[in-house]
């Protein structure tokens, strides 16, 4: 990549020594509050064994006798499946001393069961099964013995049914696809994900955004050392990035960088004077999105915009600016402010922009991310106490979401997973940037600030 082109070309060594030199590390996707708040729950279903030449005859009859089937929707789990691709606990024992009608205790201690509920055993298998086990429907849609009766009525010879508990809603990943057909019955997973973002969107987006994840980081981390250097505020950085700039001479179109912030909540108070939160509007994140707001005023003209002329809307925006601080004040956030031909004219606020961040941002900036219409949101530090995109803790070594920690009494952690709800009207991508290299332990470490607001 090239990294001045990062920077527009910037010759500000205050920027440019924060490009990173090592690009490793890992980008992990952020599980929604839908994702986290999902347990896997259990129904139980009807399977029997059918001859392999009536399977399909089988199925056809089953779809006139029992047109209610579906009523409880099943297609993430095979209707069909040999003996050898069931789960190990299920597989009937292939043995010639044991009959296809063999007694259901005595296979019981191979099966898997659903808390507190006697699953029943498989029918046992021939040494060369000519049979597949079919999952007809939900036990809830018929009853046992009146399934036992059209399969009579098919001519079926073994009519023994088994009841099984499997999973009521479809996977949510390859890898738990995997995991419920070693556990409960061979699964399917559509690529689909019904309380996320649709895997294509967010692997494309992690594509895209990969290459240069790490220097935006060194950038957001380089303008928070500068506020803290000067001590008028925390820590924390933030990047505001433009993946489609307004067109340029050259023929490749790199995202750039339009806005460094860091926080300073500080400014104006001395050491001694420090008392509280400082000031809470004045966060990097809500910084950065105040410059940005500031650009736009200047690019259509608006009264009140520093290029206007008008000194008396010069003078409430002056006024404004003393509490938002939306004004760039280190060098690093000047030098990035200044370049004019990163952002378009017109749109809202920070649609089809990104942003980066050292620390995941407090609730209140994580709102402030969410309305401002962001398409994308990383950060490189969890804060597991104040943070509000994250829709898991950890506290120690285990993970909870919401409610686990009035449940446990610990009272730690926030678990809202604001990116990404059905109950807020926007939604956006999110990722933890976490870096292969050695660990900090200097100010960027979130031990250091777990309880502040970043």
């Known amino acids: 990549m090239n990294k001045s082109k990062l920077i527009q070309d910037s010759e500000v060594d205050v920027v440019s020594n924060g490009l990173a030199q090592d690009n490793s590390g890992i980008l992990v996707p952020l599980r929604t509050f839908a994702e ?36 409880v929707n099943l297609h993430h789990l095979r209707r069909i499946a040999k003996a050898e691709e069931l789960p190990p606990r299920l597989r009937p024992r292939a043995t010639e001393s044991i009959g296809l009608n063999a007694s259901l205790t005595e296979a019981q201690d191979s099966l898997c069961e659903s808390p507190g509920e006697q699953t029943q055993a498989l029918p046992q298998a021939r040494k060369r099964p000519t049979s597949l086990y079919l999952l007809i429907c939900a036990s809830s849609v018929i009853t046992t013995e009146e399934l036992q009766d059209i399969l009579a009525e098919l001519e079926i010879l073994d009519k023994e049914i088994s009841t099984l508990p499997v999973p009521s809603t479809p996977p949510t990943s390859s890898e738990e696809a995997t995991l419920w057909t070693r556990e409960y019955w061979p699964t399917i997973y559509k690529k689909h994900n019904p309380n996320g973002p649709h895997p294509s969107i967010m692997d494309r987006a992690t594509e895209s955004i990969r290459p240069f994840v790490a220097d935006y980081i060194a950038v957001a981390k380089n303008a928070a050392r500068a506020v803290s250097q000067f001590h008028i505020g925390e820590p924390f950085g933030a990047v505001i990035v433009n993946p489609s700039p307004p067109p340029a001479t050259s023929d490749q179109q790199l995202p750039v960088i339009v806005i460094a912030a860091g926080d300073a909540r500080w400014k104006g108070n001395s050491i001694a004077d420090r008392l509280g939160s400082g000031n809470v509007t004045a966060h990097a994140a809500l910084r950065a999105i105040g410059m940005i707001a500031r650009k736009r005023r200047q690019l259509s003209g608006e009264p009140g915009s520093s290029n206007t002329g008008d000194r008396g809307a010069e003078k409430v925006e002056e006024d404004v600016s003393d509490v938002f601080l939306d004004d760039p004040i280190t060098d690093v956030e000047k030098e990035i402010y200044k370049k004019q031909d990163t952002l378009k004219e017109g749109g809202y606020l920070c649609t089809g922009l990104e942003i980066y961040l050292t620390h995941e941002p407090c609730v209140m900036c994580s709102m402030a991310i969410l309305h401002s219409r962001f398409d994308k949101a990383m950060f490189a530090m969890q804060m597991e106490n104040t943070g509000g995109l994250c829709a898991e803790r950890k506290i120690g070594d285990v993970e909870q979401s919401e409610g686990a920690e009035e449940q446990n009494g610990k009272g730690q952690g926030t678990s809202y997973g604001l990116f990404w709800r059905d109950d807020l009207n926007w939604k956006l991508l999110a990722w933890q940037w976490v870096s292969t290299e050695s660990p900090e332990t200097d100010i960027f470490d979130p031990m250091n600030k777990k309880n502040m607001h970043a």
Do not use: W
């Open 36 to 71: 986290a708040q999902a347990r896997l729950t259990l129904i139980n279903v009807h399977v029997c064994k059918v001859p392999l030449n009536l399977a399909h005859k089988v199925i056809k009859s089953l779809e006139t006798a029992i047109p209610q089937q579906h009523d």
